[in-house]
């Protein structure tokens, strides 16, 4: 095996480098005794590693002369020797073996850390789809729930307003029926338009609240007015399309039709 000398001092009993530093793949060493040895049991050794007794005192197991460590992990050791007969004269051999670049400690930071990063990416992922997911779940509830609105331009509604234009009709107010019969076609026109979108422009939401006032002014005579701040510009915001109609309807059903030329609805 090679090693790399870390100082140049030398052991005076074993003429090696007092640190001996071994590369990774060298898992496999063997020390050479020149001491002429006739029978193996004569020999014993002891192998440390990292302060711990990893192969306790025993005898020489290979040839006489040399012996022979097999599979070493990386890290510090002391091979220890001595002779059976004076067991109390021991000779030591510190030595080491490199890690492996990815067995480093720096290396098994990186590692740790990089599977820490994608645990927390996985979760920020899956807690982002999940957002996701409840975000279009409750898009889906808004739009089912615009949609709903949107249908209280409902059925008695329209008959409402055919009756009414019926009776001017039948008055014989041809230009108020023909006024309003050309109002209602429009906020029906501008119904189907719009009903598609989730969102329209303000000033085409109050276009379309403005159509449906008068057509209920017919029904119900009442003073109304829709004022917008001048800090608004109508045109750049948008909402809901008919996400008002039904508040103003409730407005006029509950608060005007009973009082006729009273009433007063004012939108702001």
Same mark, same amino acid.
């Given at each position: ?79 220890? /020797? %001595?002779?059976?007969?004076?067991? @109390?004269? $021991?000779?030591?051999?510190?030595? &080491? +073996?490199?890690?492996?670049?990815? *067995? ?44 709903? /609105? %949107?249908?209280?331009?409902?059925? @008695?509604? $329209?008959?409402?307003?055919?009756? &009414? +234009?019926?009776?001017?009709?039948? *008055? ?97």
């Amino acid at each position: 095996a090679r090693w790399a000398i870390q100082d140049n001092e030398l052991d005076s009993l074993t003429l090696l480098p007092k640190k001996l530093i071994f590369a990774a793949h060298n898992d496999q060493l063997i020390f050479y005794l020149k001491t002429n040895i006739f029978e193996r049991s004569a020999l014993e050794y002891q192998l440390i590693k990292n302060h711990q007794v990893v192969v306790p005192w025993q005898s020489n197991e290979f040839d006489n002369n040399l012996i022979w460590l097999k599979e070493l992990p990386h890290g510090a050791y002391v091979l220890s /020797i %001595r002779f059976a007969i004076q067991r @109390h004269n $021991v000779t030591q051999i510190p030595f &080491s +073996i490199r890690p492996f670049w990815w *067995q480093t400690t720096q290396a098994q930071f990186a590692f740790a850390m990089a599977a820490v990063l994608v645990i927390f990416a996985s979760v920020m992922l899956f807690r982002q789809r999940l957002k996701l997911r409840k975000a279009k779940q409750e898009k889906l509830r808004i739009i089912n729930e615009l949609q709903a /609105i %949107r249908s209280q331009l409902n059925p @008695h509604f $329209v008959f409402n307003a055919l009756n &009414s +234009i019926q009776g001017l009709i039948h *008055q014989n107010d041809l230009s108020a029926a023909n006024y309003y019969l050309t109002t209602f076609s429009t906020l029906l026109r501008d119904s189907l338009h719009h009903h598609t979108k989730e969102f329209v422009p303000l000033s085409i939401e109050l276009k379309t609240l403005d159509r449906y006032i008068k057509l209920e002014n017919l029904r119900f005579p009442f003073t109304y007015s829709i004022d917008v701040d001048p800090a608004i510009n109508p045109d750049n915001i948008e909402i809901p399309y008919l996400l008002l109609q039904p508040i103003v309807e409730n407005a006029i059903k509950h608060g005007i039709s009973g009082r006729y030329q009273q009433g007063i609805l004012q939108l702001r």
